[in-house]
């Protein structure tokens, strides 16, 4: 069946690091992939989504492509911010409904 | 405008109880969802409803769990004799029709359930 695999946590990182937070996953048929995010005492709002292959996602400075041949979906930004510190989840929409376990990440000053 | 609220916001029961959580999706949106995140597990699926259409239950994890949606607005999950394994945050989420590979969804808080 369907399924998100994504990189385990927690992730630190010092501001204005490089980030990529890995998405892979397994569908039948063409399937929409999104990033979630839940920050601190919120809940899980969408940061970006791509539907078709070779489609790019982006807001707030994060990015991903969907690239078919690689089943991925990887989440990346160049230069992150405390205020990026948050619970990244990769999720993929085809016959149901699947989110990975989610990523933590911590950006220390 | 407001966004989807569940009730009540924290649960315990006692194993064997039954327990109803509330959701109240975002007024308009036609597709409703519930899910369940269990501490360090990703987010499961456990049923859709699309506007008039028959609820997906696909995602249910067994006969004891069950929810209805009234009216096309207010969703309730039920769930019947309770066991520790229950203990989860219920969240419920909206989305416009036809649904989130086209429209985002949008999620309550949740419910924390805790299952003594």
């Known amino acids: 069946g369907d399924s998100v695999t994504q990189m385990e946590g927690p992730v630190t990182l010092s501001e204005e690091a490089f980030l990529t937070i890995n998405c892979t996953y397994t569908a039948t048929g063409y399937p929409s992939l999104f990033w979630y995010v839940q920050y601190p005492g919120e809940g899980l709002q969408l940061l970006l989504k791509a539907t078709k292959a070779d489609d790019k996602g982006s807001n707030k400075g994060f990015e991903a492509t969907y690239r078919k041949e690689t089943t991925s979906f990887h989440l990346e930004k160049g230069s992150v911010q405390v205020s990026d510190s948050a619970v990244y989840f990769c999720?993929?929409?085809?016959?149901?409904?699947?989110f990975g376990t989610g990523t933590s990440l911590t950006v220390i000053p | 405008g407001a966004g989807v609220s569940q009730s009540p916001s924290n649960k315990v029961t006692e194993k064997g109880k039954d327990v109803e959580l509330r959701c109240d999706p975002i007024?308009?949106?036609?597709?409703l969802y519930w899910y369940r995140q269990s501490l360090g597990q990703g987010l499961e699926f456990l049923i859709y409803?699309?506007?008039?259409?028959?609820?997906?239950k696909s995602g249910l994890p067994s006969d004891r769990f069950s929810a209805e949606r009234t009216g096309g607005s207010v969703s309730t999950l039920t769930i019947q004799r309770t066991q520790q394994e229950d203990s989860a945050v219920y969240l419920c989420a909206s989305s416009l029709w036809p649904g989130p590979a086209t429209y985002e969804q949008y999620f309550g808080p949740g419910t924390r359930l805790t299952v003594t």
């Open positions: 999720a993929l929409t085809g016959n149901q409904f699947y």
């Open positions: 409803f699309q506007g008039n259409s028959a609820p997906d």
């Open positions: 007024s308009g949106h036609t597709a």
